[in-house]
């Protein structure tokens, strides 16, 4: 059974950083790229960023690039995402999400996890 | 920026039928946007349905079909249940890894 268990979501001040974890289980993780996405309370969802199975291509949404990493470390079966310079527009719960095909870059999204959640305030 | 268009909210009878669209500010949508649906309850986390257009995961029960119709991504819902009720996401790929969801069609079942 397929299992993402984020965590590391807490408050924190404008311009703080912050990283996230995602935990997998019941797959191969590094035959999969990785996805994060956000989703601020009440609202719909948005695309973060997109990591591939061997960490060596990311890819992220222009309203993070710059100030979000996403990284991931095979050996542990864990994906992170690295979240700097803080804004109050960055609340939200955060998932991620396993793409559908291995091996692939492009793939997109099976499996989500239940999520983290993010607040950013003084 | 590119934008995402769905129909914000939508009623269907039990044992109806019903169609979602989603739309891009940048044309007509086509495979190669790879349309994705998922479905969202409150309090739950996304779950997929849908993928590359009209692909099925194992999970996706068989009232529910993907397509495209005039130049959107569609997912049609045949013989609603109750259970059905819930807000539905559609996600399109527009290259260089860049991906956009719509802003959602809250279903309601009445």
């Known amino acids: 059974e397929v299992q993402l268990v984020e965590s590391g979501g807490v408050v924190v001040q404008p311009g703080g950083s912050l990283r996230l974890s995602c935990a997998a289980s019941?797959?191969?993780?590094?035959?999969?790229?990785m996805h994060w996405v956000r989703q601020p309370p009440g609202k719909g969802l948005e695309w973060v960023s997109l990591?591939?199975?061997?960490?060596?291509?990311?890819y992220y949404a222009d309203s993070v690039k710059g100030r979000f990493t996403i990284s991931r470390d095979n050996s542990k079966n864990s994906l992170y995402l690295q979240m700097n310079s803080l804004r109050a527009e960055d609340t939200a719960l955060y998932y991620c999400?396993?793409?559908?095909?291995?091996?692939?870059?492009?793939?997109?999204?099976?499996?989500w996890g239940q999520g983290t959640l993010v607040t950013v305030s003084s | 920026q590119t934008v995402v268009t769905q129909e914000p909210s939508l009623t269907v009878s039990p044992g109806g039928t019903v169609t979602l669209t989603c739309a891009s500010s940048?044309?007509?949508?086509?495979?190669?946007?790879?349309p994705n649906w998922f479905q969202q309850k409150p309090g739950q986390a996304p779950r997929a349905l849908i993928y590359?257009?009209?692909n099925k995961h194992s999970w996706t029960p068989a009232r529910f079909s993907g397509s495209l119709l005039g130049g959107k991504a569609a997912l049609t819902l045949s013989g609603v249940q109750p259970e059905d009720e819930a807000e539905y996401y559609c996600?399109?790929?527009?290259?260089?890894?860049?991906?956009?969801f719509g802003g959602g069609t809250k279903l309601t079942v009445l």
């Open positions: 999400a396993k793409g559908i095909s291995p091996r692939l870059v492009v793939t997109m999204i099976d499996y």
């Open positions: 019941g797959f191969t993780f590094d035959d999969y790229a």
């Open positions: 990591i591939s199975w061997d960490g060596g291509s990311t």
């Open positions: 940048t044309g007509a949508v086509t495979s190669g946007y790879y």
């Open positions: 590359s257009t009209s």
């Open positions: 996600l399109l790929y527009y290259g260089g890894a860049s991906w956009v």
